[in-house]
């Protein structure tokens, strides 16, 4: 699947960790980080407790992507972000082809080197073991509205909206509005841990 690396995320942002494979229908129970060598200056690794997080968004709102889910869409070019070749980890477009259809992902070429996804995932999860709610998507990170507001402004005069890079919409396809994701992005920061790494350490997250 297609796993993030940190320099795909602003400095100093949450980073739901179980949700790094939130937008694809397979992942571990648990996933592990293990510091080699400390940071000189920074490098922290913010983590926020999802059931916890599930808890602190609203009812209406938590209903609203219970019903509704969530569609994640890429544009994978070479001119921004990254192109399919390094997602996929293939030249074969076939293979492209063949994942996406046992995936469930939707797909067109747009051109020879522009492919466009769609995804449409739960937005929640139960617990397999305990039966707790927790908040499982990453439509606040996809959002276009995650953007600085420059950078925002200088995509929307590049692009049209349909070739963002990345942006999340509701499963059937209508915006997921700003207030809406300032919310999500707000119950992260209530709940955000942060701890200084020692060499070593090792981390590991149901």
């Given at each position: 699947?297609?796993?993030?690396?940190?320099?795909?995320?602003?400095?100093?942002?949450?980073?739901?960790?179980?949700?790094?494979?939130?937008?694809?229908?397979?992942?571990?129970?648990k996933?592990?980080?293990?510091?080699?060598?400390?940071?000189?200056?920074?490098?922290?690794?913010?983590?926020?407790?999802?059931?916890?997080?599930?808890?602190?968004?609203?009812?209406?709102?938590?209903?609203?992507?219970?019903?509704?889910?969530?569609?994640?869409?890429?544009?994978?070019?070479?001119?921004?972000?990254?192109?399919?070749?390094?997602?996929?980890?293939?030249?074969?477009?076939?293979?492209?082809?063949?994942?996406?259809?046992?995936?469930g992902?939707?797909f067109?070429?747009?051109?020879?080197?522009?492919?466009?996804?769609?995804?449409?995932?739960?937005?929640?999860?139960?617990?397999?073991?305990?039966?707790?709610?927790?908040?499982?998507?990453?439509?606040?990170?996809?959002?276009?509205?995650?953007?600085?507001?420059?950078?925002?402004?200088?995509?929307?005069?590049?692009?049209?909206?349909?070739h963002?890079?990345?942006?999340?919409?509701?499963?059937?396809?209508?915006?997921?509005?700003?207030?809406?994701?300032?919310?999500?992005?707000?119950?992260?920061?209530?709940?955000?841990?942060?701890?200084?790494?020692?060499?070593?350490?090792?981390?590991?997250?149901?």
């Amino acid at each position: 699947g297609n796993i993030y690396t940190s320099t795909e995320y602003p400095a100093n942002q949450t980073i739901p960790l179980h949700n790094e494979m939130a937008y694809t229908h397979n992942w571990p129970l648990k996933i592990a980080f293990y510091c080699v060598t400390t940071a000189v200056q920074g490098g922290e690794t913010p983590i926020a407790d999802s059931r916890k997080v599930f808890a602190r968004i609203e009812p209406k709102i938590r209903e609203r992507f219970m019903q509704r889910k969530v569609m994640y869409v890429r544009n994978y070019r070479e001119d921004i972000d990254l192109p399919w070749s390094t997602v996929f980890q293939t030249q074969n477009k076939a293979e492209v082809e063949a994942y996406c259809r046992q995936a469930g992902i939707e797909f067109e070429w747009l051109d020879n080197n522009h492919l466009r996804t769609r995804e449409v995932c739960e937005a929640v999860r139960k617990h397999p073991v305990t039966g707790e709610m927790v908040w499982f998507n990453q439509a606040h990170l996809f959002h276009i509205s995650n953007l600085a507001p420059k950078l925002r402004a200088s995509l929307a005069v590049l692009y049209k909206e349909e070739h963002y890079p990345r942006n999340a919409y509701y499963g059937d396809g209508t915006p997921i509005e700003d207030a809406v994701l300032d919310h999500v992005r707000e119950a992260y920061r209530q709940e955000e841990i942060s701890f200084a790494w020692q060499d070593g350490d090792v981390l590991l997250l149901d």
